[in-house]
């Protein structure tokens, strides 16, 4: 059974780059044909998928954050990140990571993260 787990500094400054790590255990992110994403969710809001990256390395983006987003991995620790760049209160959201069978996932199941807090605020 695959697990995912989030993990990052809870509270990150405004103008600042929020990186988070989600690491993988009972399965390899180099298993074809998975794709693995972050998602978030604001205070109030619904789901939003952020962006993933393939079995194979390749990665995509949601159009509204593309400029502020990037996603890698380190296969040897079986982890991939995100890191989302000059933040704003309005990226303060519960952070999810998660494995799909396609590029966009945003219906939870059990190969979904618990999800992390991150607050921005100074």
């Known amino acids: 059974q695959v697990q995912l787990q989030e993990s990052g500094p809870g509270l990150v400054k405004p103008s600042q780059t929020l990186s988070l790590t989600c690491t993988v255990s009972g399965g390899s992110i180099t298993t074809a044909s998975y794709y693995w994403s972050w998602i978030r969710q604001p205070p109030g809001k619904g789901l939003e998928w952020m962006g993933a990256i393939g079995y194979s390395g390749g990665t995509y983006y949601s159009p509204s954050l593309k400029s502020r987003t990037s996603i890698s991995r380190d296969t040897s620790k079986n982890q991939f990140t995100l890191q989302l760049r000059s933040v704003t209160p309005e990226d303060t959201a519960v952070y999810y990571c998660?494995?799909?069978?396609?590029?966009?996932?945003?219906?939870?199941?059990?190969?979904w993260g618990q999800g992390t807090q991150v607050t921005v605020s100074s």
């Open positions: 998660a494995r799909g069978n396609s590029i966009v996932t945003t219906t939870p199941d059990n190969h």
